[in-house]
């Protein structure tokens, strides 16, 4: 029986050294908060553990941009930032676990607010990756806008720890909000598709747009304290009577949900919006969330539904991939490959020739 | 003409023989882009009609082993459509179908050849608009957005063509089609779409682009402040930024370039201010309100000598003529000019201001500035006459602003791309295995380095061999980070 090694770097140059002076294959793990999304883990000879390769490096307030170590917890980022009134606009359910910031960017996980500020993709401006040579490579930089050379981050982004280390993220941040608002409103879920459709057409700019399985639609709106109580007004005429602002997060429950039952297994879709609704009342009309504006979903399915739910994403034009399962429960974790299997592989075999990282987290695609 | 006559026929088999041109008149329409001053004619130009025959032209190239840029309007600022010798031009222009306008899921899908502008005029029926903005939007096309990841105006507040795009049909260099991306933001996978989008053509052809629509926004409020220095209107930037409010766009056109933009076309400009500024708040109507008013008090606050708030769409209009036209308005005052296109964290404005100008004292060279100041995107333009024998000295000097930028901890390129014009400079902002990285996806895609090849990238016929010895990473030279 092989053991596993697991190695605990602080800074990059261990990271380097880590990569560079252990032979075999690699799995990085940050906060284990998604360790078994996507295609299970094979076997490695070591683990890059980096929950000690944390802290911000630079934060410049009045630039809005902040780097920070990958092994950062963002929640442990947003309180840093919290007393300049910045954050990272990302809202992702497992940040209050406590995913890392490489965590997060390396399963491209975002949360309702993606409808506005985009994924984790939009608000990196630059990485740090050790590559399975040794080679630690930069891309991007420290400014907002910058078009000089590859942008790697994108690359990393969703990339399961199959291409790189990440060791360093520069991104860039937004203001915290003076005030928001979340409207709630009881709606089944054609109805809500109706409502979204609705507050999509008009003048409102949500920033987040929400079904949840218990039968309800959410909406969040941000601005000012002068603006918002009227902004709140306005949409109440077009969501109706029943929308209230509840006391307490009315977030929570949609958390749980993106979450999933751990009996369940968890998928996360993507399909144009308005095929939405019928691919969740298809797939789980009860235990799911369905980003209406953005047209991405979680829904939670025995295991053995998992295969047929990726043909159906698929065959609507949307994308799956498998988050959580059932541990042991054998369930596909992607869907049929992307037409650019080919470059994928390229790419793959570029920058990790001998596969030493990340193996079966593509499977079978890679 | 090099490429030998067979390789004609093979695209001639594959094209209408009447849109292989090969006239050397004809051709050198196409021997450079919107960078004037790199010219190379190409051996043909192939003008395909529709994606089939894209990728039909590009499996000719590939087979041949023929090196291939895909060119759009020509707009480009750093030579990236710049021809290569014996190879071909494949132009974009035919494909300008918008394809699909989808206003329940507000996106459309086009054509590269469709032009920046005609995609918001075919979603605004439905209330909706394409965001991103470049000064050239009216002649620039979205497959030239895509290839260089272009900015604008409004990307303060909306992001970069990357944001805004959610799938690209791709014809790659071996003439396979792939799309890269998804319909909507979620990958299953690297984002690829990220890496092809601003790579400058170098990784293969957009033939059909998904972008996605905004709403239009339902209030827009746009001021014009003039203020008694650069460093006033810095202030006021980091101001705005202070207070949380993110306008949808903040720049600021120093003397010069306002002298020639009011020239150009009168946009109401006071002639002869230090600096002024065009602040544009958007978004629903309350919320526009209130920041406006807290955006006028600090222009006040900091000394503004002028503030014109645009009373009606017209007025809007007009400021914004001014700022857009400021580039092609300094031929007014200079024969010739340089842009450059660097960035700079935006707390060191007024530093990097004051650097310019002072190199531009020492070249004896005039420099005007309009830039993109709430995201520290500088466009210096360097005045010159190249009949008066100042062209040497003018590119010296553009080039050093642009390495300037990097060493304040900034980019060589905010917008326009790194193109043929700045490749020789990637070594003064990223160190050797960075660009070896970047060249190894490059080769991933592209590993006969047929598409748009020399471009990006610095190669040692374009740059000269550098010394093997240990460099410190530019990074590390200029204190943003630590050696390992």
Request: net charge negative; aromatic share 4%.
């Amino acid at each position: 029986m092989t053991t596993t090694t697991t190695l605990r770097p602080t800074d990059l140059a261990e990271v380097r050294d880590a990569v560079r002076d252990t032979p075999g294959r690699l799995a990085v793990a940050g906060a284990g908060t998604a360790a078994g999304w996507a295609g299970e883990l094979g076997a490695v000879d070591a683990v890059l553990d980096l929950a000690g390769l944390t802290g911000v490096i630079t934060h410049n307030p009045g630039d809005m941009t902040v780097s920070a170590h990958a092994g950062t917890p963002l929640r442990a980022l947003t309180e840093e930032l919290a007393e300049h009134g910045q954050h990272v606009s990302l809202d992702a359910a497992r940040i209050a676990d406590g995913a890392t910031l490489g965590g997060l960017l390396a399963t491209a996980d975002s949360g309702p607010s993606s409808l506005v500020y985009g994924t984790l993709r939009d608000l990196v401006i630059g990485v740090t990756v050790v590559l399975a040579d040794g080679t630690v490579a930069r891309s991007g930089g420290h400014v907002i806008k910058n078009v000089a050379g590859y942008d790697l981050a994108k690359l990393l982004h969703g990339s399961y720890g199959t291409l790189g280390v990440l060791a360093e993220v520069v991104l860039r941040l937004h203001p915290v909000p003076k005030r928001t608002a979340t409207l709630v409103v009881d709606a089944p879920l054609a109805r809500a598709a109706e409502l979204a459709a609705r507050v999509l057409e008009g003048p409102f700019e949500p920033v987040a747009l929400e079904w949840t399985s218990d039968g309800r639609l959410l909406v969040r709106i941000e601005g000012t304290d002068e603006a918002l109580p009227a902004r709140v007004a306005r949409l109440q005429e077009v969501l109706g009577a029943g929308a209230t602002t509840p006391e307490g997060d009315p977030w929570t429950r949609h958390a749980e949900l993106t979450r999933g039952a751990p009996d369940a297994a968890v998928l996360r879709i993507g399909a144009r919006p308005s095929l939405l609704p019928a691919l969740v009342s298809e797939l789980a009309p009860d235990a799911a969330t369905a980003g209406l504006g953005t047209g991405v979903a979680t829904v939670s399915l025995p295991p053995d539904a998992v295969a047929d739910a990726h043909t159906r994403v698929h065959a609507a034009g949307g994308t799956s991939q498998l988050r959580s399962r059932p541990v042991g429960a054998d369930a596909p974790a992607w869907g049929p490959p992307p037409s650019a299997l080919a470059v994928l592989r390229a790419v793959k075999t570029a920058l990790d020739p001998d596969g030493r990282f990340g193996p079966g987290r593509f499977s079978p695609w890679m | 003409m090099t490429l030998h006559g067979g390789v004609r026929q093979a695209f001639e088999r594959v094209l209408d023989p009447a849109d292989v041109l090969s006239d050397p008149v004809k051709c050198r329409a196409y021997e450079c882009d919107g960078l004037t001053g790199y010219r190379v004619c190409p051996d043909l130009v192939l003008l395909p009609r529709d994606a089939a025959q894209v990728a039909a032209a590009v499996r000719v190239c590939h087979e041949h082993k023929v090196p291939f840029v895909a060119r759009g309007a020509g707009t480009g600022l750093s030579g990236g459509a710049l021809p290569v010798a014996d190879g071909v031009v494949i132009s974009l222009a035919r494909l300008k179908r918008v394809l699909e306008v989808d206003p329940a899921n507000r996106r459309a899908v086009v054509e590269p050849g469709v032009t920046n502008l005609e995609i918001t005029a075919a979603a605004a029926p439905h209330g909706l608009y394409y965001a991103p903005d470049p000064s050239s939007q009216q002649v620039c096309t979205i497959g030239g957005n895509v290839a260089e990841n272009s900015g604008g105006a409004h990307c303060l507040k909306y992001g970069f063509t990357t944001n805004h795009v959610l799938s690209c049909e791709v014809v790659l260099p071996d003439g396979s089609v792939v799309t890269l991306g998804t319909d909507t933001g979620e990958q299953a996978g690297p984002d690829l779409r990220g890496v092809f989008l601003g790579s400058e053509g170098t990784l293969g052809i957009t033939t059909s682009i998904t972008v996605r629509l905004l709403r239009t926004p339902e209030s827009v409020r746009t001021l014009l402040a003039d203020f008694p220095s650069v460093a006033a209107a810095g202030d006021v930037v980091s101001d705005i930024v202070a207070a949380g409010i993110v306008p949808a766009a903040v720049e600021m056109m120093d003397t010069l370039a306002i002298e020639a933009a009011e020239e150009a076309v009168h946009a109401g400009y006071t002639v002869g201010v230090p600096a002024a500024l065009v602040v544009e708040l958007d978004g629903p109507v309350e919320e526009c309100d209130a920041q406006f008013e807290q955006v006028k008090a600090i222009c006040e606050k900091h000394g503004c000598t002028r503030l014109h708030i645009a009373g009606s769409v017209e007025e809007r209009a007009k400021i914004w003529k001014g700022r857009k036209a400021a580039f092609a308005a300094v031929g007014r005052i200079s024969p010739d000019y340089f842009v450059q296109d660097g960035v700079v964290p935006r707390t060191r404005l007024a530093e990097v201001l004051d650097r310019i100008a002072g190199m531009g004292t020492d070249a004896g060279l005039r420099v005007a500035n309009v830039f993109h100041a709430g995201d520290g995107n500088l466009h210096p333009l360097v005045l010159y006459s190249a009949a008066a024998g100042e062209t040497e000295r003018a590119e010296r000097l553009s080039g050093e602003i642009a390495e300037l930028c990097v060493e304040m901890g900034g980019s060589l390129s905010g917008e326009h791309g790194i193109g043929t014009d700045k490749a020789c400079s990637m070594p003064k902002m990223f160190s050797e295995d960075d660009l070896a990285v970047m060249a190894r996806v490059q080769a991933a895609f592209d590993p006969h380095n047929l598409c748009n090849p020399g471009k990006v990238l610095p190669t040692p016929r374009l740059c000269g061999e550098r010394p093997g010895k240990y460099r410190a990473h530019p990074l590390e030279e200029s204190g943003v980070i630590e050696r390992l």
